[in-house]
């Protein structure tokens, strides 16, 4: 059964203070690990897709590494409308069905 | 804005009681995925239909059941509704669900609340 473990589970950061979220994975061939971020009551925004080891992708303050057993999502100098729950998910090969982890929910303090 | 709609936003009623969620997906997306989200819990997985028909199926009640129709907007009817059964529900839809480089795209939620 693919399995999504975040970590850690809260993480609260002062304002530029640089850290990274990690994601480890156990998923039946990998055809995608996708970030999101969620803020509260509202539904997740897609931020990046990583197909396969080595892959990187990076928006503003965030950057998206992936290995064969996890990927991380460095955040560099945030501010606090960077806090909001970081969501994983995994698709595995031929099958459409994405498994989410619990995410990690980032406070930025000012 | 994703592009994906979600009606109602909020949604209170009894035990017992039956409801339908209604999802409209993305303009030119043929997929739409339910998921359920309880407190502290991660995005659960409940069902996935492609262009009307069923996709693939996750961890759907019997209670629950979906269905997409011609115009691709999608229903999720919950029925014999318990207290536990209170959480967020989520629409996402995707350009087709078949290619591995589709990216889910979600709505807003329904929030439901079973008093």
């Known amino acids: 059964e693919d399995q999504v473990t975040q970590s850690p589970e809260a993480l609260r950061l002062q304002e530029g203070e640089s850290s990274s979220l990690n994601c480890s994975y156990t998923?039946?061939?990998?055809?995608?690990l996708f970030w999101y971020r969620q803020d509260p009551g509202k539904g997740p925004e897609f931020l990046f897709t990583?197909?396969?080891a080595g892959e990187e992708k990076e928006k503003e303050r965030l950057k998206a590494t992936l290995t064969k057993k996890e990927s991380f999502l460095h955040i560099t100098a945030p501010k606090p409308e960077d806090s909001a729950t970081y969501l994983c998910?995994?698709?595995?090969?031929?099958?459409?069905?994405?498994?989410f982890g619990i995410g990690t929910k980032l406070q930025v303090i000012p | 804005d994703s592009g994906v709609t979600q009606t109602p936003k909020h949604l209170i009623t009894a035990t017992g009681q039956r409801v339908t969620l209604r999802c409209s997906p993305r303009?030119?997306?043929?997929?739409v995925y339910w998921y359920q989200q309880s407190l502290d819990q991660g995005l659960q997985f409940l069902i996935q239909?492609?262009?009307?028909?069923?996709?693939a199926k996750g961890n759907i009640l019997e209670r629950f059941s979906a269905q997409q129709f011609p115009d691709l907007h999608s229903e999720l009817n919950l029925s014999s509704l318990e207290l536990g059964d209170s959480a967020l529900y989520f629409c996402?839809?995707?350009?087709?669900?078949?290619?591995?480089?589709?990216?889910?795209?979600f709505g807003p939620g329904t929030r439901l609340t079973v008093l």
């Open positions: 303009s030119g997306d043929l997929s």
């Open positions: 996402a839809s995707s350009v087709t669900g078949q290619v591995s480089t589709d990216t889910q795209y």
């Open positions: 998910a995994v698709r595995p090969g031929g099958y459409q069905k994405v498994t």
């Open positions: 239909y492609y262009n009307g028909e069923e996709r």
């Open positions: 998923v039946s061939g990998l055809r995608g």
């Open positions: 990583l197909y396969s």
